[in-house]
């Protein structure tokens, strides 16, 4: 079992930042694919933006050139610097682990975009 715990979520305003962070509990997290969901209210949830062991793959369109996944193995962290927000980034961030086939969710922080 693998547990993650998201943090830095928050009120921001308009054209602002934040950065989200996810700690994992595993020992092979090297190993893990990671990525960033959010969900909306009323809406489904959808993925941000993924990552591998080795390469980013194709971020949300919106999204793309306002959000940076990356993460740090040796801490076994994953993070979402978040630039530029604008209301529609509204939403409950979640951090995902998949592992040949097995699917890990935290609890989701929420980030809140308002003036």
């Known amino acids: 079992q693998v547990q993650l715990v998201e943090s830095g979520g928050g009120l921001v305003q308009p054209g602002g930042s934040l950065r989200l962070s996810c700690a994992a509990s595993?020992?092979?997290?090297?190993?893990?694919?990671m990525s960033w969901y959010r969900q909306a209210p009323g809406k489904q949830r959808e993925l941000v933006a993924p990552?591998?062991?080795?390469?980013?793959?194709p971020y949300a369109d919106s999204v793309k050139g306002r959000f940076t996944i990356s993460r740090d193995n040796a801490k076994k962290m994953v993070y979402l610097q978040m630039n530029n927000l604008t209301p529609e980034d509204t939403a409950v961030y979640y951090c995902?682990?998949?592992?040949?086939?097995?699917?890990?969710w935290g609890q989701g922080t929420q980030v809140t975009v308002s003036s």
């Open positions: 995902h682990a998949e592992y040949h086939g097995r699917n890990y």
């Open positions: 990552i591998t062991s080795r390469t980013t793959t």
């Open positions: 595993t020992s092979i997290f090297a190993l893990y694919a």
